[in-house]
Nanobody, 117 residues
Framework: QVQLVESGGGLVQPGGSLRLSCAAS????????MSWFRQAPGKQREWVAV????????DYAHSVKGRFTISRDNAKNTVYLQMNSLKPEDTAVYYC??????????WGQGTQVTVSS
């Protein structure tokens, strides 16, 4: 059974940090490019970051570049998103996404990140 399970979300103050994790199972994790997306209330889901299969070549949305870092541990079937210098506009549900070269696509259920004083 394919699963992507996000964790690590929560409430933080502006300027704080969080590390999100996405644990994968049921497919060959190292063969999939992994991405993070986010969706705020009333807004479209937007792409945040990506790392290629089997790893490396990270890229980021302009809004998070220099603050967020995507990484993956293929031995643990897990992709991470380290978020620093968080801003209120980063508040959203964060989702991980897996994509194969054959364009198989899987989504996680999301984890809530709230940045507020």
């Amino acid at each position: 059974q394919v699963q992507l399970v996000e964790s690590g979300g929560g409430l933080v103050q502006p300027g704080g940090s969080l590390r999100l994790s996405c644990a994968a199972s049921g497919f060959t994790f190292s063969s999939y490019a992994m991405s993070w997306f986010r969706q705020a209330p009333g807004k479209q889901r937007e792409w945040v970051a990506v790392t290629s299969a089997p790893g490396g070549n990270p890229d980021y949305a302009h809004s998070v570049k220099g603050r967020f870092t995507i990484s993956r541990d293929n031995a643990k079937n897990t992709v991470y998103l380290q978020m620093n210098s968080l801003k209120p506009e980063d508040t959203a549900v964060y989702y991980c996404k897996a994509v194969s070269q054959g364009l198989h696509v899987y989504w996680g259920q999301g984890t809530q990140v709230t940045v507020s004083s």
